[in-house]
């Protein structure tokens, strides 16, 4: 059985009277629980404790605060009433008074004063319950209860028949302390009409362990516990009273009594709806709530350690809402869930993840130093690089901007700083997206900044809100490997002004696609770069990036069809490259797009290519003339011969298509002479020539 606190409801108001300090918690809670008013009455008729119910019948009635005693109260014939009441009730016999109860005033209280339930309190204080009912029924009489009757009440058999006990909203079994745990177990369960076993009952009150009060439930049925899963929420909650005073007539509980009540929630299923409100439903990882409440643990523990510091660290998910948007929301929470795994996994044991938002995820782990948070932070990064979402012919990728805290271990803060650190956390991730996102930003925190972490960061201009003159184009060579000469040149959007300043291109180009306002800067961008082709006799190849709005919306494909079909001999000078990651997630629309701009006699390339399956398994029907190699194919190559070996394998499969490759990000002479020797027809990078400002544009 499982022992629980009971009745956590605001405790009652208090006379004022220093007794009322004396007063057990369970006849305080007990009272509290009855529908009407009632109160704790000495035998001189002082008021020792009284209910909600009790205040508001004498607020009603005029009379407020409830007066410390029944005397000052009620008119002087009804204290006489009341008096004969509570003499019988201190001498053992529960007795009730019928029949109208005046106050001072003259104004009727109640019709009846109901006394039962005497009891020993603490500080050498005696009491008995008294019960105002409003009803008016029977006659003006005081009634007494012979021995038979308090013998009958003591075993709860007709306590509906006396109307005495009908005003406790549970029923009562009193226990004399003779009975076997057998047939503690029996009487209970016929009161209840239970059909739980009764040997599993007489276990159960046996190991109860401590002293009296405890608290146990009882499931009404055995349908309960079918099946190993629990089939009825609600359960009858038993609570073993002593009886004060009793003397045991053998090694057991002694006399004690049985307060039951129906239909109260399982405490099982309490504590997981409680669990429950910690957790985030879709992924499992603690909620905001949760998040915080461990954060504050964690700085209690560093004001008393001064051995390890604490990362505390925001992410927040690149480019989720195509996830939703491409996939569906079934997509969306598989994405999320992955994200989760991936999470659980880096921070290991010793860590905390949270889901603190739609696509936003905090956590946090002990660490030594600055660095160890930094390579942590990485690693969430690369861990969601290895996460691939196949949802019918789409493939979902998923990046993230991270926010990093650091508090060293010498730094120490106060618990109500959690809120400030994880603030500080999530400006350090707003930071990182202002410079183009899929990056760790770190912040090492110092007392005086949570003073001041209640400011955020100004909101990403809005991409529609550029001017024109706002907008600048550079241009970055591309070289035959071969020839070692210039073959061409990829155009890079890149901000200009005051309001540039901090916000990388990349960043704001993210933006620009959420807010769907990317095709008409690929619209733009296609108007320069046409204009300084028809310029330049030049027949050098002009590459551009085209996003995945741009290649399904009809206004950018009209616009490209029209500037071509009054010169088809610019169409031969353009390449347009779309992202591997835009194919992935949207592989029908860019194949439809390619085939329509190589008709036009443009060329196609696919940009940030990874050698991931899903494309190469498409390559042999995809009209495409380059493969524009992800950087992380091509650094490090002359350092690691097995990385060169993967690398000299795609080229050959490329080759085999009849689609040639670009190295990007080429910052050595040893890099480009490997590239060569592998047959890459072209490269770019540093190593051949930085962005410069582009005439044309």
């Not at 910690?278 to 990882?285: A, E, I, K, M, N």
């Not at 809005?462 to 155009?491: Q, W």
Request: charged residues 25%.
């Amino acid at each position: 059985m499982q022992v629980s606190h009971r009745f956590l409801s605001d405790r009652l108001e208090q006379s004022g009277r220093a007794e009322n300090n004396n007063l057990t918690g369970f006849h305080t809670s007990l009272l509290e629980v009855l529908p009407h008013a009632a109160a704790y009455v000495a035998q001189d008729g002082s008021v020792l404790v009284h209910n909600k119910q009790m205040k508001a019948l004498c607020a009603a009635k005029g009379v407020f605060p409830v007066p410390v005693s029944l005397p000052s109260l009620l008119s002087e014939t009804s204290w006489r009433r009341c008096e004969a009441v509570l003499s019988a009730a201190f001498s053992g016999v529960p007795a009730q008074a019928s029949g109208a109860i005046v106050l001072q005033s003259g104004e009727t209280f109640c019709h009846h004063m109901i006394c039962t339930s005497f009891v020993s309190l603490s500080g050498e204080r005696q009491a008995v319950l008294v019960q105002f009912d409003l009803e008016e029924h029977g006659q003006d009489e005081i009634v007494t209860l012979s021995e038979p009757a308090r013998n009958e009440i003591r075993s709860a058999k007709s306590a509906k028949d006396l109307d005495l006990l009908e005003h406790f909203p549970d029923d009562v079994l009193v226990f004399d302390g003779s009975e076997s745990l057998d047939e503690m177990a029996g009487k209970l369960l016929k009161l209840i009409n239970s059909d739980y076993e009764m040997d599993l009952l007489a276990e159960a009150l046996e190991n109860l362990e401590g002293e009296l009060p405890q608290t146990f439930y009882i499931p009404e049925n055995r349908s309960f516990q079918a099946a190993g899963y629990v089939t009825d929420r609600q359960m009858c909650e038993v609570r073993l009273v002593p009886i004060p005073g009793s003397v045991k007539s053998k090694p057991g509980m002694g006399a004690s009594m049985a307060v039951i009540r129906r239909n109260v929630d399982c405490p099982q299923e309490t504590a997981e709806n409680r669990r429950l409100a910690y957790l985030d439903p879709l992924t499992g990882l603690e909620n905001r709530r949760a998040f915080t409440k461990a954060l504050k643990r964690e700085l209690t523990r560093l004001a008393a350690e001064d051995e390890i510091g604490l990362a505390v660290l925001y992410i927040d998910l690149d480019e989720f809402k195509k996830v939703n948007d491409l996939g569906g929301h079934d997509a969306g929470d598989d994405m999320l869930q992955r994200v989760a795994a991936c999470l659980r996994l880096t921070l290991g044991e010793f860590g905390t993840a949270a889901r603190i938002g739609g696509d936003e995820f905090a956590g946090m782990v002990p660490v030594v130093n600055e660095e160890a948070a930094l390579d942590i932070a990485e690693e969430i990064l690369a861990g969601f690089d290895r996460i691939r979402l196949e949802v019918g012919d789409r493939v979902f990728t998923i990046g993230g901007s991270i926010g990093v805290a650091f508090l060293d271990s010498n730094v120490k803060l106060r618990e109500g700083d959690a809120a400030a650190l994880l603030g500080l956390a999530d400006r350090a991730c707003l930071r990182g997206k202002r410079f183009g996102g899929r990056s760790v930003q770190v912040h090492s925190v110092q007392p005086q900044d949570c003073e001041g972490a209640g400011g955020e960061l100004a909101d990403l201009p809005e991409p529609g809100s550029f001017r024109g003159n706002e907008l600048t184009l550079y241009a970055m060579p591309i070289v035959c490997l071969k020839r070692n000469r210039a073959c061409g040149s990829e155009i890079l959007l890149r901000l200009q002004g005051d309001r540039a300043r901090g916000l990388s291109s990349r960043a704001w180009i993210s933006a620009a696609e959420r807010s769907g306002f990317i095709a008409q800067v690929d619209a733009w961008t296609l108007d320069k770069v046409l204009d300084a082709a028809e310029r330049n006799p030049d027949r050098t190849i002009l590459t551009m990036n085209v996003s995945a709005e741009s290649a399904r919306d009809p206004i950018f494909r009209d616009g490209l069809y029209h500037r071509l079909s009054v010169n088809p001999l610019l169409a031969s000078k353009l390449c347009l490259e779309i992202a591997e990651k835009d194919f992935l997630r949207e592989p029908a629309s860019v194949q439809a797009f390619f085939k329509f701009v190589n008709e036009l006699g443009c060329q196609t390339a696919i940009d940030d290519f990874a050698g991931h399956w899903p494309v190469l398994s498409r390559l042999t029907n995809l009209r495409v003339e380059w493969l524009k190699l992800e950087s992380s194919l091509t650094q490090q190559v002359v350092e690691e011969p097995a990385k060169a070996a993967i690398l000299n394998g795609l080229v050959r499969a490329a080759h085999e298509l009849g689609i040639k490759v670009i190295a990007k990000h080429v910052e050595t002479a040893e890099e480009a002479s490997l590239l060569r020797e592998l047959d890459i027809e072209a490269a770019q990078g540093y190593f051949f020539g930085r962005p410069e400002p582009w005439p044309g544009g």
